[in-house]
């Protein structure tokens, strides 16, 4: 009976959140929900974190790569995140352009402040097979909560807004648009586009600068965008747009990956996996690539790719946000680039920066500690 | 007949009338391809074709014109017998044509007109989660 009425409650709880945060069933419109009050649990309490490299250091995890897969990490891979709960992106609106997003996530539950799926027009962003994983993907990466459930995010307490585009599908220049013309009436700080076209018309691209220069109050949006993993130089992609900051990916070495594309418009570097995967969040249960909720590491699905390197550095963008919300774009992007670190052996020029490694790979703490 | 006119159709497939865009300034010129060997077969009311890239797009009925003044809107909405769909955000409007061949034409005319920053069909095609 005390099962029964646990099991109940559980779904109860499931129902409401699911309704308050626009998954499942979906609405005629955009549903925007008082944020739940999240709290952040010290990040070492989360289960999976040992094996988040991307974010720190853990020398049992390190010792299991070599032991287990032969691996020698470089100790640095990592952004160094901060370890403590100072700067988690609490009160940034951090905005997520992309497939759909299991909102019932357990390490989800309470970021999500809004969803809208432009193609059905409703709020409804829930994935639709277990291959549409990427968005709830990407968004573990950037805003998994501290909840002692699985991973962490990199700012845990953002919430989340989170706009569906039919990837996979044929997707038009106005459905586009209608996505970042939704980021900028949700009046988000920084949105994270783990994507491209690789031929971008003008119309999209008139869209993104308007909202790098005028969203935020006139601040600006920071927008990210993923390079492309192609390895290739950056085209006429969105990425390449001066305003946005483009991400390529590093490894567990601490060097670009391989598939990183690169060229004059890349801005910074963050670890994407290669050899070793980004854990981060996959649908509930068996739904999505794994069995679990998760994707690990040496999953067969491991997520890798400038699409995990993206949202850490969105993530990173909140935390910095947290801490001086009057921070313009230009000074986001300046603080970013002047902390990262000068990885790699190519030479970076009289202002700090070469085509493969961009301005360098992010460095949260240096970024958090620097002088603003 | 319906031989001939198949290969009429064929005809235009093959050799191609002059279907461009403009991306700005720039000149995007397009080569017809039929629709049931895209990707992009199932979607209804455009043309398909292959870019200068190679990649497959589609051009519905629709286009997107960016206007530095509204003063005229109406001028060219019948000019080129087009309607208001939707504004996308301020002077940026998604506008209807009578067809895909109506929007590229129509989107390529007011690309040049005076009071219109940028007019480009509603570009339809993949784009890639990385």
Known sequence: MRSFLYVCSIMAFFLFAGCGSGGGGGGDETTIVVNHIRSASPFDRNPLYPQQWAL???RSFYNELFFKHDIVGDEDANIHMLPTTQYTGKGVKLGVIDSGL????????????????????DADVMPTSNDMNHGTEVTGVAAASSNEKGIVGV?????????KLPFGQAVSESQIIEAFEKMKEWDVDVVNCSWGS???????????????????????????FAAGNEGDRIGNDESSIDEVIAVGSTNIHNERAGYSNYGNTLDLMAPGGEYVGITTTDQMGSAGESSGNYLLYDSRYAFA??????????????????????????????????TADKIGDIAYDENGRNDYYGYGKINAANALRSDR | ????????????????????????DKRVDLTPMPQKETALRGLKNIMTFKNPAGQEIAIPDK?????????????????????VLKKLRGGVYLLGAKSPKAAIEAANALNDAPDIMYAQPDI???RHLR
């Open chain 1, 56 to 58: 720190h250091y853990d």
């Open chain 1, 102 to 121: 299991d909102v019932s996530h357990e390490d989800l539950f309470g970021a999500v402040a809004a969803t809208y799926n432009v193609a059905t027009k």
């Open chain 1, 155 to 163: 700012a845990p307490q953002a919430s989340v807004y989170f706009v």
């Open chain 1, 198 to 224: 690789g031929d971008m018309d003008i119309g999209v691209k008139d869209a993104i600068v308007d909202l790098t220069r005028n969203g935020r109050n006139g601040k600006g949006v920071v927008i990210v």
């Open chain 1, 305 to 338: 790719g400038t699409s995990a390197s993206a949202p850490i550095v969105s993530g990173v963008v909140a935390q910095i946000l947290q801490a001086n919300q009057n921070l313009t774009r230009e000074e986001v992007i300046q603080v970013l680039e002047t």
């Open chain 2, 1 to 24: 007949m319906k031989k001939i006119f198949s290969v009429f159709v064929a005809s235009l497939y093959l050799f191609g009338a002059d279907y461009y865009y403009m991306n700005g």
């Open chain 2, 63 to 83: 286009i997107i014109v960016k206007f530095k003044t509204l003063d005229n809107t109406g001028d060219y909405l019948n000019l080129y017998d087009l309607k």
């Open chain 2, 124 to 126: 339809i095609k993949k």
